[in-house]
Protein backbone atom coordinates (compact mmCIF):
# COMPACT_ATOMS: atom_id res chain seq x y z
CA UNK A 1 0.00 0.00 0.00
CA UNK A 2 1.38 3.31 -1.42
CA UNK A 3 -0.83 5.88 0.59
CA UNK A 4 0.37 8.97 -1.63
CA UNK A 5 -3.37 9.20 -2.54
CA UNK A 6 -2.61 12.45 -5.46
CA UNK A 7 -5.10 14.76 -6.66
CA UNK A 8 -6.86 13.11 -10.20
CA UNK A 9 -4.92 10.03 -9.92
CA UNK A 10 -5.96 8.84 -13.69
CA UNK A 11 -3.47 11.82 -14.74
CA UNK A 12 -0.93 11.44 -12.06
CA UNK A 13 2.60 10.16 -13.16
CA UNK A 14 4.90 8.87 -10.47
CA UNK A 15 7.75 11.65 -11.31
CA UNK A 16 4.85 14.38 -11.36
CA UNK A 17 3.51 12.84 -8.43
CA UNK A 18 7.39 13.77 -6.99
CA UNK A 19 8.02 16.79 -8.12
CA UNK A 20 4.86 18.57 -7.30
CA UNK A 21 5.01 17.12 -3.90
CA UNK A 22 1.15 16.47 -3.84
CA UNK A 23 -0.45 14.18 -1.64
CA UNK A 24 -4.09 13.74 -0.84
CA UNK A 25 -5.69 12.84 2.75
CA UNK A 26 -4.23 9.84 3.31
CA UNK A 27 -1.45 12.38 4.17
CA UNK A 28 -2.97 13.71 7.52
CA UNK A 29 -2.53 9.44 8.74
CA UNK A 30 0.49 8.41 6.67
CA UNK A 31 2.37 11.37 6.07
CA UNK A 32 3.63 13.25 2.96
CA UNK A 33 5.72 11.90 -0.10
CA UNK A 34 8.75 13.05 0.64
CA UNK A 35 8.43 10.30 3.87
CA UNK A 36 7.68 7.59 1.68
CA UNK A 37 10.51 8.23 -1.01
CA UNK A 38 13.67 6.24 -0.82
CA UNK A 39 15.44 7.13 -3.97
CA UNK A 40 14.71 8.74 -7.17
CA UNK A 41 17.13 8.29 -10.88
CA UNK A 42 16.95 11.80 -12.60
CA UNK A 43 17.81 13.60 -15.68
CA UNK A 44 19.95 16.39 -15.20
CA UNK A 45 19.31 19.40 -17.91
CA UNK A 46 22.43 18.82 -19.57
CA UNK A 47 21.17 14.75 -20.22
CA UNK A 48 23.11 13.22 -17.79
CA UNK A 49 21.64 10.42 -15.52
CA UNK A 50 21.75 10.44 -11.69
CA UNK A 51 20.54 8.22 -8.81
CA UNK A 52 20.25 9.57 -5.40
CA UNK A 53 18.99 7.87 -2.20
CA UNK A 54 18.67 3.41 -2.85
CA UNK A 55 16.34 0.99 -2.11
CA UNK A 56 16.16 0.51 1.37
CA UNK A 57 15.34 2.85 4.08
CA UNK A 58 18.85 3.43 5.89
CA UNK A 59 20.44 4.21 3.09
CA UNK A 60 21.44 7.68 3.12
CA UNK A 61 25.13 8.89 4.55
CA UNK A 62 25.49 12.69 4.64
CA UNK A 63 23.10 14.91 3.02
CA UNK A 64 19.39 13.20 1.45
CA UNK A 65 19.42 14.73 -2.12
CA UNK A 66 16.76 13.28 -2.67
CA UNK A 67 14.16 14.92 -0.69
CA UNK A 68 15.29 18.36 -2.47
CA UNK A 69 13.96 16.61 -5.83
CA UNK A 70 10.39 16.56 -3.85
CA UNK A 71 8.43 19.70 -5.14
CA UNK A 72 10.79 21.30 -7.83
CA UNK A 73 8.16 20.93 -9.69
CA UNK A 74 11.10 19.40 -12.68
CA UNK A 75 13.18 22.93 -12.59
CA UNK A 76 16.22 20.80 -11.71
CA UNK A 77 15.83 17.79 -13.69
CA UNK A 78 13.45 14.98 -14.69
CA UNK A 79 12.62 11.76 -12.76
CA UNK A 80 12.53 8.92 -14.51
CA UNK A 81 12.25 6.43 -11.38
CA UNK A 82 11.50 6.82 -7.41
CA UNK A 83 11.74 4.23 -4.98
CA UNK A 84 9.29 4.36 -2.09
CA UNK A 85 8.70 2.49 0.95
CA UNK A 86 5.60 0.92 1.15
CA UNK A 87 2.89 0.04 4.01
CA UNK A 88 0.73 -2.76 4.47
CA UNK A 89 -2.70 -2.29 3.81
CA UNK A 90 -5.25 -1.19 6.38
CA UNK A 91 -7.60 -4.00 7.69
CA UNK A 92 -11.01 -1.37 7.26
CA UNK A 93 -11.00 2.28 5.84
CA UNK A 94 -14.15 4.22 5.51
CA UNK A 95 -14.55 8.11 5.11
CA UNK A 96 -17.64 9.52 6.84
CA UNK A 97 -19.12 12.98 5.78
CA UNK A 98 -20.78 14.97 9.08
CA UNK A 99 -23.13 17.97 8.91
CA UNK A 100 -24.09 20.28 11.47
CA UNK A 101 -25.74 23.51 12.24
CA UNK A 102 -24.01 23.59 16.02
CA UNK A 103 -20.78 23.25 16.87
CA UNK A 104 -21.88 21.19 20.03
CA UNK A 105 -23.40 18.29 17.69
CA UNK A 106 -20.59 16.56 16.25
CA UNK A 107 -18.72 16.80 19.69
CA UNK A 108 -21.26 15.23 21.49
CA UNK A 109 -22.00 12.85 18.66
CA UNK A 110 -21.21 8.92 19.41
CA UNK A 111 -18.99 8.80 16.40
CA UNK A 112 -16.74 11.56 18.16
CA UNK A 113 -16.57 9.90 21.09
CA UNK A 114 -15.84 6.51 19.54
CA UNK A 115 -12.93 8.28 17.59
CA UNK A 116 -13.75 6.57 14.39
CA UNK A 117 -11.89 9.67 12.22
CA UNK A 118 -8.04 8.95 13.97
CA UNK A 119 -6.69 9.49 10.71
CA UNK A 120 -7.84 12.90 9.60
CA UNK A 121 -10.39 15.33 9.24
CA UNK A 122 -10.74 17.62 6.74
CA UNK A 123 -12.94 21.07 7.06
CA UNK A 124 -14.32 22.27 3.76
CA UNK A 125 -15.86 25.44 4.68
CA UNK A 126 -15.70 28.12 7.82
CA UNK A 127 -18.58 26.70 9.83
CA UNK A 128 -16.49 23.14 9.76
CA UNK A 129 -13.65 24.98 10.95
CA UNK A 130 -15.39 26.65 13.72
CA UNK A 131 -16.74 23.38 14.87
CA UNK A 132 -12.82 21.62 14.76
CA UNK A 133 -11.95 25.00 16.31
CA UNK A 134 -14.37 24.86 19.03
CA UNK A 135 -14.05 21.04 19.87
CA UNK A 136 -10.15 21.62 20.16
CA UNK A 137 -8.91 20.18 17.07
Same mark, same amino acid.
Given at each position: ?21 ? %??? @?? @? ?22 ? +?? =? ?15 ? =? ?20 ? %? ?9 ? +????? %? ?19 ? =??? %??? =??
Amino acid at each position: FLPIDPPFPDKATVGGIVAAGV %SGP @CR @CLYGAVREHLLGIKVVQPDGKVTR +FG =GKVVKNVAGYDVTKVYV =GSLGTLGVIVEATFKVRPLPET %SATLPLWADEP +FVIEN %SDVYKRQVAEGGIEANDGAAR =GIL %SVA =GL
